[in-house]
């Protein structure tokens, strides 16, 4: 079977180049086709090339590997476009967070919402526009599916600035069908996820959906027997750790915890809570009632420097033979851009969470809202299913975070500081005005060089 034409930029990523190389080599609709990686870095694309080659002579398959500093190179007749590119994420993402809580803003993550959030969306929506404009000459037919953060408003710039091409926005978390059956496995269906059948996942109804990195499992049935409440009971078991510290179980414990605790008090289970915390402004720790307080830490650019270190010294092992490509093939596995363009080459009509233009599937927000819902995708279209409404405990929420995307998508056009200033004071963690103005400037004026010049005539 002739397989599609997939360029992915980015593809020194340390999250997703190795997974997609996997995929293209490993799944039979797409190991005849052409992969195309293209990243900025020619030390790292040199690995990554090394590495696809060495998978393909491993497997014995005809996938063709194209490889380019410039997109422009490889994206004719491209079928699908990847973007996985971050401009000196791991440096800016600490320098967010390291301003944002001076001005009184604790950022966990710093990458989606909040200064950083708006921070990154002004820096990478001109890169994308400029992918999308190359894409609109080069391969007008192919489809543009996003990793990049912020996804929703990396999303909401395509959807607005690009509507004629065909685009999506994705992310790890609600990957499928690791997504669903690890809720399956939560509820005790099954002691473990390779137990888990097609059979059994078909009696399993879920309807979980929101915006991306604020989703929420609104219903879990089996066989019509309400699931969630052994949900929010096993939450509450895991919360439960008396360990909650700087480290790495202590961040997975504290979290535990506020997830816990919003089950409690929205009355359903965030799915994404990592970054959700980060949405909130509970957990600032600007609290009185010190002693019932769950605060949430810095995003710590040490642990996160550390991973990107060992990745890169894997991509070295794997790319010189000193790590065998058989060991590489044999733990390594698909990534969800992946599975989607498979479903999608294939006609399999595979139902995935898809961050895309709402479209009358959650009924009480707009049609245009940029949302995360279970989508079928196919070749001309992604799908959203009909979700329903949000509740009312969520749904102001919601738009909130989306009116922040809005105008820091906005802001990331214009280069307009009035609009950047009134996208921070939407965020729900912002203290003050004065704050607000303080923080936005700072940052502006430490990331000048990695900005348009528009910002600072």
Same mark, same amino acid.
């Given at each position: 079977?002739?397989?599609?034409?997939?360029?992915?930029?980015?593809?020194?990523?340390?999250?997703?180049?190795?997974?997609?190389?996997?995929?293209?080599?490993?799944?039979?609709?797409?190991?005849?086709?052409?992969?195309?990686?293209?990243?900025?870095?020619s030390e790292k694309l040199g690995w990554m090339t090394k590495i696809a080659k060495n998978c393909i002579k491993e497997k014995k398959v005809s996938l063709k590997i194209e490889a380019s500093t410039d997109r422009k190179d490889v994206l004719k007749n491209a079928d699908f476009v990847i973007l996985a590119f971050a401009n000196e994420g791991v440096k800016l993402r600490g320098n967010d967070a390291d301003i944002s809580t001076k001005h009184g803003m604790t950022m966990c993550s710093a990458d989606t919402v909040g200064a950083g959030g708006i921070m990154r969306t002004i820096r990478e929506v001109p890169r994308q526009n400029e992918i999308m404009r190359d894409v609109e000459?080069?391969?007008?037919?192919?489809?543009?599916?996003?990793?990049?953060?912020?996804?929703?408003?990396?999303?909401?710039?395509?959807?607005?600035?690009?509507?004629k091409i065909k685009s999506m926005a994705i992310c790890d978390g609600p990957h499928n069908p690791r997504f669903d059956d690890t809720l399956i496995v939560n509820a005790g269906l099954v002691k473990t996820a390779e137990e888990i059948t097609d059979e059994l996942r078909s009696k399993v109804?879920?309807?979980?959906?929101?915006?991306?990195?604020?989703?929420?499992?609104?219903?879990?049935t089996y066989e019509g027997r309400d699931l969630t409440p052994l949900i929010k009971a096993g939450l509450k078991k895991a919360s439960q750790a008396e360990h909650v510290a700087a480290?790495?179980?202590?961040?997975?414990?504290?979290?535990?915890?506020?997830?816990?605790?919003?089950?409690?008090?929205?009355?359903?289970?965030?799915?994404?809570?990592?970054?959700t915390q980060e949405y909130l402004p509970y957990f600032q720790g600007h609290?009185?009632?010190?002693?019932?307080?769950?605060?949430?830490?810095?995003?710590?650019?040490?642990?996160?420097?550390?991973?990107?270190?060992?990745?890169?010294?894997?991509?070295?092992?794997?790319?010189?033979?000193?790590?065998?490509?058989?060991?590489?093939?044999?733990?390594? *596995?698909?990534?969800? /851009?992946s599975d989607i363009? @498979?479903? !999608?080459?294939t006609?399999?009509? $595979?139902?995935?969470?898809?961050?895309?233009?709402?479209?009358?599937?959650?009924?009480?927000?707009?049609d245009d809202a940029y949302v995360e819902v279970p989508c079928i995708v196919n070749m001309n279209a992604v799908m959203p299913l009909p979700f329903g409404p949000l509740p009312r405990p969520i749904l102001g929420y919601v738009q909130r975070i989306l009116d922040e995307h809005e105008l820091a998508v906005d802001a990331a056009v214009t280069c307009d500081r009035k609009t950047l200033l009134q996208a921070f004071l939407?965020?729900?963690?912002?203290? *003050?005005?004065?704050? /607000?103005?303080?923080?936005? @400037?700072? !940052?502006?004026?430490?990331?000048? $060089?990695?900005?348009?010049?528009?910002?600072f005539r």
């Open positions: 079977m002739k397989g599609p034409k997939v360029v992915l930029i980015g593809a020194g990523s340390a999250f997703f180049g190795r997974q997609t190389i996997w995929s293209m080599v490993m799944k039979e609709a797409l190991c005849g086709g052409t992969l195309a990686l293209v990243d900025c870095d000459k080069l391969c007008p037919d192919a489809w543009v599916i996003n990793w990049v953060n912020p996804t929703c408003a990396m999303g909401i710039a395509m959807m607005r600035n690009f509507p109804k879920i309807r979980s959906g929101g915006i991306n990195h604020f989703n929420w499992l609104l219903e879990m480290s790495e179980d202590g961040k997975i414990a504290r979290t535990n915890r506020i997830a816990s605790q919003l089950a409690d008090v929205i009355g359903y289970v965030p799915k994404c809570t990592w970054h609290d009185v009632d010190k002693e019932n307080a769950l605060t949430i830490q810095k995003w710590n650019i040490g642990m996160r420097r550390q991973w990107m270190d060992d990745c890169r010294k894997d991509m070295q092992d794997i790319a010189s033979g000193k790590r065998k490509i058989s060991d590489f093939l044999k733990k390594t *596995s698909a990534d969800h /851009a363009i @498979e479903s !999608m080459w006609g399999k009509l $595979k139902k995935f969470y898809i961050n895309v233009k709402n479209n009358g599937a959650i009924t009480n927000l707009t939407a965020s729900m963690v912002t203290v *003050s005005i004065a704050d /607000a103005k303080n923080c936005m @400037e700072e !940052m502006l004026d430490s990331e000048r $060089k990695y900005l348009p010049a528009k910002w």
